[in-house]
């Protein structure tokens, strides 16, 4: 590994480098003169955010050589840097890079390896999506937090910065440098199938707040966090992955609700903003997504927000994006629109030739390629990836993963699993009078980097705690001789535990918690994702949220469930009736207790 002496000077020269120890004026003129012994080729990589397969830098399996070809005509990521210079590489499971904590930070370390060894090479901004909850890319064994959603029920502005704080320290010692984190839409559609529970919830002040607060936490670890998805993806029916929402907003309902949690990360000194492919015709009515909207990025983003840091596109390969212009033309909009990082575009050569030609053309000044570098590099700066860009091994065995980190996690959750069904005092549970628990529901796929399933887990938790518990999975959509056999299971038991995941009211699960109720058998419900699951059974005895299905928080609701600890969370969304969603059955801020 380079010393940091050589690291300065391959990336910025004896000059530059001199500046850092100066004042902010000395810094930018250090960086700024980086900018301008950059090729034009040089600087157009520096714009590019772009995936790639393999565990390794320069030695992945070969599977993964043959994607890399196939995709971006590069057989590794060391190779990816070195043809396109690109500022940026984002980890993803499915792209096989984040296998485990030592791995990931060999893999980081080769990455930044193979840029700082080019002529003029420069440290690389490390990204991903480490949401928590159901959007994680690293598992165990690094500490899992409970998602956005568990946390607004938690309501705490100190556990959302410990969060930050803990996880962006792991993320750090493991050479990730940038989370695309925290989500700061408000989600006040319970139909919205994209953001839900990854969003702190509906009221736009209590998630501002706990924006603010995550921000905090990861920047104090040397990690840019990265609020999203602006101007506000929270009241959509359609997913942007796969279509192009809409949001029906007026300009004074996005002031009061969508703007707040951004306006508070921007005064939270946020690191990076990232845009959503939606159309907001109340803030732009030319039909084109956000990400592409120079009146939303500049005049609204830039100009009245006053945001002046680091701006990064949703992933270019989102169909919400793609709707209404070709893969050429969008990196070039975006661009024009205000954006300074191009994110995972679908095919990269195609993306980085079609900047390169715009500005050869004229259509984009090298100028406004400068003005997005000189963020990028501040950032850099900021990260102090210009003196300490590699990740040390003792520095994972040390910080990832501690038995201090996951307890804290544990009690997070602990104050996050919201009770809000308990007739006749049915919970908590006592071994000594409900010892056989058949566990049942549904076992969507495990979030990346826990065990799983839910059943399981949820089992193998009550057990610890003293239970006699059974796992039997009954899926997201049980057939009737699933149900059946469920039913035949429940007469073997002394209570029933139902885990449900986003409930309708035709579906088979709700059938399934009907018939086990009809046993006569106490049967606890646990919604496992959204919290509205509790408006579709009535006829349930006692109801949980525990807001996704990951360990941390499913161990939580088995101790609530035990009584091991008393339920603590609040409802951060309203839940409306299931048979007249215009009346709130649970408002925000609903939550029972022992």
Aim: charged share 20%; glycine share 10%.
């Amino acid at each position: 590994m380079p010393s940091r002496r050589t690291v300065l000077a391959a990336t910025m020269g004896a000059t530059a480098a001199l500046a850092f120890g100066g004042t902010a004026r000395a810094d930018d003129d250090g960086l700024r003169a980086l900018v301008s012994r950059m090729t034009l080729e040089e600087k157009v990589g520096q714009l590019f955010v772009m995936r790639v397969y393999g565990n390794s830098a320069t030695d992945p399996a070969q599977a993964d050589i043959d994607a890399n070809l196939k995709e971006i005509g590069v057989r590794t990521a060391a190779e990816l840097v070195a043809k396109y210079r690109v500022g940026g590489i984002i980890y993803f499971t499915w792209a096989h890079n984040t296998e485990n904590p030592r791995q990931i930070a060999a893999l980081s370390n080769g990455i930044q390896g193979a840029s700082l060894g080019l002529p003029r090479g420069l440290p690389v901004l490390i990204a991903t999506d480490q949401e928590h909850g159901i959007v994680c890319r690293v598992g165990r064994p690094a500490t899992l937090f409970p998602g956005a959603m568990a946390i607004g029920a938690g309501g705490s502005r100190g556990d959302a910065r410990t969060l930050g704080r803990i996880s962006g320290g792991e993320l750090r010692a493991i050479g990730i440098n940038q989370d695309y984190s925290p989500d700061a839409d408000v989600n006040v559609n319970p139909a919205n199938p994209v953001i839900g529970v990854r969003s702190f919830g509906a009221d736009p002040d209590a998630v501002a707040a706990l924006v603010a607060a995550e921000v905090q936490g990861y920047q104090r670890s040397r990690v840019a966090a990265t609020a999203k998805h602006f101007p506000g993806h929270g009241d959509t029916a359609v997913d942007s992955h796969y279509g192009f929402p809409v949001i029906t907003h007026t300009r004074e309902v996005w002031e009061k609700l969508d703007a707040v949690p951004f306006r508070a990360a921007i005064r939270a000194g946020i690191d990076c903003v990232m845009t959503a492919h939606i159309q907001f015709p109340a803030l732009d009515d030319s039909g084109d997504p956000a990400t592409l909207s120079h009146p939303i990025l500049t005049g609204i983003l830039r100009g009245e927000l006053g945001y002046d840091g680091v701006v990064v596109t949703d992933s270019l390969g989102m169909e919400g994006v793609r709707t209404k212009y070709g893969d050429d033309r969008v990196p070039v909009l975006a661009l024009k629109a205000g954006v300074d990082q191009l994110l995972n575009p679908p095919d990269l050569s195609v993306a980085w030739n079609a900047v390169l030609k715009a500005v050869q053309d004229g259509e984009l000044t090298e100028a406004r390629l400068d003005e997005s570098i000189l963020r990028i590099l501040r950032l850099k700066a900021r990260l102090r990836l210009f003196d300490d860009p590699y990740a040390r091994q003792a520095d994972v065995d040390r910080r990832v993963g501690t038995k201090a980190h996951l307890e804290a996690a544990d009690r997070i959750a602990e104050r996050t699993t919201t009770l809000l069904i308990n007739e006749g005092g049915l919970l908590p549970l006592s071994p000594r009078t409900h010892r056989r628990v058949l566990v049942v529901g549904a076992d969507p796929a495990s979030p990346s980097g826990t065990t799983g399933p839910p059943t399981g887990v949820l089992a193998a938790a009550l057990t610890e705690l003293g239970f006699t518990a059974t796992a039997l999975s009954t899926g997201t959509a049980p057939s009737a001789a699933t149900i059946a056999k469920a039913v035949t299971a429940a007469g073997d038991a002394d209570a029933v535990v139902v885990a449900t995941y986003n409930l309708t009211a035709t579906s088979s699960q709700k059938t399934l918690a009907e018939q086990l109720v009809a046993t006569g058998r106490p049967v606890v419900a646990v919604a496992i994702r959204n919290p509205y699951d509790v408006a579709q059974l009535p006829s349930v005895k006692a109801h949980l949220a525990s807001y996704s299905w990951t360990d941390v928080e499913l161990r939580a609701a088995a101790r609530v469930i035990s009584g091991k600890v008393a339920p603590r969370g609040r409802l951060p969304v309203p839940v409306q009736r299931a048979d007249d969603p215009a009346q709130v059955l649970y408002p925000i801020g609903y939550g029972l207790s022992y």
